[in-house]
């Protein structure tokens, strides 16, 4: 019944505690590398025919879900709060990207992909030199 990102948390625990668990950061970073392949393969098939498997690609980022959660908790990190801070910093920069786009005088539909990660770049680069006053 618990939440998923607390139930891979718990589930990793439980393993580890009976020795299921690699000592050191770099074959956890490995297998996020691995899973991030296996995803792409089964993205790329599905791309290229819409009759492929679409469940092998929920099951492919299931296990990059669950790998990711794993170095979360090499490195002592609630996921879920994680997350929480990365939505809400990615909230706070992408109104920061309306603000830019408010202030061309152009719609946002007006504005290409290369623009608008400009716009984010800019809204970044000010985050940061403001974090440093």
Do not use: T
């Not at 791309?47 to 980022?61: G, L």
């Not at 996921?79 to 920061?96: C, I, M, S, V």
């Not at 990660?117 to 030199?129: H, I, P, S």
């Amino acid at each position: 019944a618990l939440p998923a990102l607390k139930r891979a948390v718990k589930i990793q625990k439980r393993v580890a505690k009976v020795g299921f668990d690699w000592p050191e950061l770099e074959p956890v970073v490995a297998k996020i590398y691995e899973e991030v392949d296996e995803v792409l393969v089964e993205a790329k098939l599905v791309e290229s025919d819409p009759q492929h498997y679409q469940p092998k690609v929920v099951d492919e980022m299931g296990d990059l879900l669950f790998a990711v959660v794993n170095l979360a908790r090499h490195l002592n990190v609630d996921p879920e709060q994680a997350l929480r801070q990365a939505n809400h910093k990615f909230e706070r920069r992408f109104r920061g990207v309306e603000n830019c786009v408010q202030q061309s005088g152009k719609q946002f539909e007006d504005h290409n992909l290369e623009q608008l990660d400009c716009y984010w770049d800019q809204v970044k680069r000010q985050e940061k030199a403001s974090l440093s006053d």
